[in-house]
C-alpha cells in the first residue's frame, strides 16, 4: 500500500510539473521566488516620490520601464547610482521610449523620505525615486537586494530580472545583462538572459509578527 501511495504521488508530481512546463509557468523565476518572465508585474499606487508628488504605474506613458529597487544606506547601491543616471539619461533624448522609476523600502534613518530627498537633491537623480513604507510592492516583486533590477515590456510584463551588471565596480564590469535586455525588449525579442543573480545588500524588510495561540485559536 506504501508503494502503491508512493508511485502515485510521484505520478501526480511529474503530470503537475509537466503541465507548468506546457503553460510556460512553474510558480517562480530560477532566482525570483515570486516572479517568473512573463507575469504581469505588479503594480504600485501613490508611493510619494522625492519631488513631493505621489506616483502610480498606471501612469506611466512610456513604452518600457525599468523598476530598480534601491536606497541610500547600500553601499553597492550607491555604486551603481551614477550608471542608473547615465541609463535613464540615454533613453531620456528619446521620450516616451523609457522610464526609470527607483523605489526605496527600507525603514532605517539613512533610508528616510527626507534623506532620500537630500540623495536626488545632490545627486540630481533624473528618475522618479520612490518611497514605500509598508514595502509590499517590493515583496510583489520579490524583490531581495538593493539594487534589483526589472524591465517591464508595454504590456507592463516581467521581460528581464536581476543585475545590471557582473561588478559593483564600473572598471571591472565585463558583461552587461540589463541594457541588452531593454534593446531586445524595444525589439520584440525575449532577452538572451532573462535573469540573472541580483547582487547587492539584503532588503531590510521588517520582521513579521507571529500571532499568539490565543489569538489564533480566537481567545
Known amino acids: 500500500m506504501i508503494r502503491r501511495l508512493t508511485m502515485a504521488s510521484l505520478f501526480a508530481a511529474v503530470m503537475v510539473s509537466g503541465w ?5 509557468r512553474a510558480g ?6 515570486t516572479l517568473s518572465i512573463g507575469d504581469r508585474a505588479p503594480a504600485w499606487k501613490d508611493l510619494p516620490g522625492v519631488d513631493g508628488r505621489k506616483h502610480s504605474l498606471s501612469e506611466i506613458d ?19 547610482e551614477d550608471r542608473i543616471m547615465a541609463l535613464a539619461k540615454k533613453y531620456a533624448a528619446e521620450p516616451g521610449k523609457l522610464a526609470v522609476v527607483a523605489i526605496n523600502v527600507n525603514l532605517v534613518a539613512e533610508d ?4 532620500m530627498k537630500q540623495r536626488a537633491e545632490q545627486k540630481g537623480f533624473p528618475f522618479a525615486y520612490l518611497f514605500d513604507e509598508s514595502q509590499k510592492i517590493a515583496k510583489d516583486y520579490g524583490a531581495a ?15 528581464y530580472t536581476g543585475g545590471m551588471d557582473d561588478s ?4 571591472r564590469v565585463k558583461i552587461k545583462y540589463l541594457e541588452p535586455a531593454i534593446e531586445a525588449t524595444f525589439a520584440g525579442k525575449k532577452p538572451q538572459t532573462q535573469e540573472t543573480v541580483a547582487r547587492g545588500c539584503r532588503i531590510r524588510y521588517a520582521p513579521q509578527r ?6 489564533e485559536r480566537g481567545e
Open 145 to 159: 537586494f538593493t539594487p534589483e533590477f526589472f524591465v517591464l515590456d508595454k504590456d507592463r510584463r516581467v521581460a
Open 62 to 80: 512610456a513604452e518600457l520601464v525599468v523598476v530598480v529597487f534601491t536606497c541610500n544606506s547600500c553601499p553597492i547601491a550607491a555604486d551603481y
Open 210 to 215: 507571529k500571532r499568539s495561540k490565543e489569538i
Open 112 to 115: 528616510s523620505l527626507p534623506k
Open 20 to 24: 507548468a512546463a506546457l503553460s510556460g
Open 28 to 33: 517562480a523565476g530560477e532566482y525570483n521566488e
Open 168 to 171: 559593483s565596480d564600473p572598471a
